[in-house]
């Protein structure tokens, strides 16, 4: 069986090098993320690097990642929610104590926390301090 694969790979070798070409070319995002899970050490230094060039996006990320993660675990609807717009449609207005909030002190708050049932949506979140938000925990 070996040898007749040999002189197959042989006789069709043009064929079989377009077909992979095709391949590689059809599905080069798999590709692209495989390859990155393959060398973890290079990955994690390149993610290290970006994240020191825009700490901002950076935090905003990983935030946004964890309210996902904690929806879903929970088994609730989530969205992606963008801080920025409920700092502008809350006016910079904390929801809790009512007194305005600093961009470097803002955080978003749960209505209905995720805990209890709350959906990780626009319309279950408000502005908050993050003081007042760890200070209400998970009640509502």
Same mark, same amino acid.
């Given at each position: 069986?070996?040898?007749?694969?040999?002189?197959?790979r042989r006789?069709?070798?043009?064929?079989?090098?377009?077909k992979?070409?095709?391949?590689?070319?059809a599905?080069?995002?798999q590709?692209?993320?495989?390859?990155?899970g $393959?060398d973890?050490?290079?990955n994690?230094?390149?993610?290290?690097r970006?994240e020191?060039?825009?700490?901002?996006?950076a935090r905003k990320n990983?935030?946004?990642?964890?309210?996902?993660?904690r929806?879903?675990k929970?088994?609730?609807a989530?969205?992606?929610i963008?801080?920025d717009a409920?700092?502008? $449609?809350?006016g910079g207005i904390?929801?809790?104590?009512?007194?305005?909030?600093?961009?470097?002190e803002?955080?978003?708050d749960?209505?209905?926390?995720i805990?209890?049932?709350?959906?990780?949506?626009?319309g279950?979140v408000?502005?908050?301090?993050?003081?007042?938000n760890?200070a209400k925990?998970d009640r509502?």
């Amino acid at each position: 069986m070996r040898a007749y694969n040999a002189l197959y790979r042989r006789q069709h070798h043009d064929e079989l090098m377009a077909k992979e070409a095709a391949y590689r070319e059809a599905h080069k995002e798999q590709r692209r993320v495989y390859d990155m899970g $393959r060398d973890r050490e290079a990955n994690r230094l390149r993610v290290e690097r970006w994240e020191a060039q825009h700490p901002e996006r950076a935090r905003k990320n990983h935030l946004q990642a964890q309210h996902a993660l904690r929806a879903r675990k929970a088994g609730v609807a989530t969205i992606s929610i963008d801080r920025d717009a409920i700092f502008e $449609r809350d006016g910079g207005i904390c929801g809790i104590c009512r007194t305005p909030v600093p961009k470097a002190e803002m955080s978003i708050d749960h209505i209905v926390a995720i805990s209890k049932g709350g959906p990780n949506l626009p319309g279950n979140v408000q502005l908050a301090h993050l003081r007042c938000n760890k200070a209400k925990r998970d009640r509502h």
